[in-house]
């Protein structure tokens, strides 16, 4: 079972789920009542296990790569889920961030799949952040283990397809380089250090990049982990759902904690919670994914067998 692919995106899904029932509920709230499991209902009404956009649109991607990159067959497969239900628990989509919504209209009035995404500076929700992860394995068939410039190109216009501003493309990069490093088997630290060090340097020596890195300075200082819990947003807003996914990370040691402390940050809690455990799945592999909490994924066999489609298109 166990496999770079699955482990990533089954860890994202849970996470997800984790958080759907108290989506936008506030820190305090989840302090007095802190999520220890799967809940049912609360926030959008619906059972256990029950994953959202973050890993609709995931699996839309993931399923596109399978039989190679094309923008175009993803923009499909974004309004396939938008439109149609499909990709989804239940065959009703529910979550749709404004910035997502917009591009995906976009194509479906004729504009070209790369001109879709928001480019100004309010199009920066963590839209495209949630649903990059699928397209480290396809860098790595093609590319090998280094995050090139090809490879930088590659995941800025997955990025664009609905969130084209220089901030969101270079949380995916950061993003991108990190599970990069996580899947060369070094420590959970060393590989958000060294690959936040890996994309920064990249974006420094592109001009178009370099007067958005101010934003991701935070990431940059050596005692970022340290940060007390009040000084970490878990808003929908790029910047803050990456610095918040990175710090669970690094200030738990296991997936079922680092979730959790997602999730009870409160506000985009499955945003969040998914974008920290695509990395924890990543890193501490699926059988550290609590048993009791996949048995109740909504379509689990469905996801997993979407997983096992990419493995055998990239001959691995």
């Known amino acids: 079972m166990s496999n770079n692919i699955t482990n990533a995106i089954m860890g994202l899904c849970v996470a997800d789920a984790l958080g759907v029932p108290v989506e936008f509920m506030q820190r305090s709230k989840l302090k007095a009542d802190p999520v220890i499991d799967m809940r049912a209902y609360g926030t959008y009404n619906q059972p256990a296990g029950t994953w959202s956009d973050d890993t609709s649109m995931t699996l839309c991607l993931l399923d596109s790569l399978a ?6 067959d993803i923009m499909k497969k974004f309004h396939q889920w938008f439109d149609e239900g499909a990709y989804t628990p239940y ?30 500076e309010g199009d920066n929700g963590n839209g495209s952040l949630m649903r990059i992860l699928p397209i480290l394995f396809y860098l790595q068939s093609q590319y090998g283990s280094e995050i090139n410039e090809e490879a930088f190109d590659i995941i800025h216009k997955v990025s664009s397809l609905t969130h084209a501003h220089q901030r969101s493309l270079i949380a995916c990069g950061i993003y991108i380089c990190i599970a990069s490093e996580i899947t060369q088997g070094i420590g959970l630290k060393a590989a958000i250090q060294t690959g936040t060090q890996k994309a920064m340097q990249y974006y420094r020596n592109n001009p178009e990049f370099t007067h958005e890195l101010k934003h991701y300075a935070r990431l940059e200082n050596k005692d970022f982990e340290k940060l007390p819990e009040e000084q970490i947003k878990s808003s929908g807003y790029v910047v803050d759902t990456l610095e918040a ?5 690094l200030n738990t040691n296991n997936y079922r904690d680092c979730v959790l402390k997602a999730v009870n940050l409160g506000e ?11 990395l924890a799945g990543l890193y501490y592999g699926y059988d550290s994914i ?11 066999d469905y996801i997993e067998s979407l997983c096992d489609k990419l493995q055998t298109a990239q001959g691995n």
Do not use: H, M
């Open 91 to 120: 065959g009703e989509t529910f979550d749709v961030g404004n910035a997502t919504r917009k591009a995906i209209n976009r194509y479906a009035s004729g504009t070209a799949a790369l001109e879709c995404g928001g480019k100004a």
């Open 67 to 72: 039989n190679g990159l094309d923008y175009d």
């Open 290 to 300: 609590p048993p009791q909490w996949l048995a109740v994924i909504a379509k689990r």
């Open 268 to 278: 985009d809690t499955d945003t969040v919670a998914a974008v920290a455990g695509g």
């Open 245 to 249: 996914a990175l710090w669970c990370l």
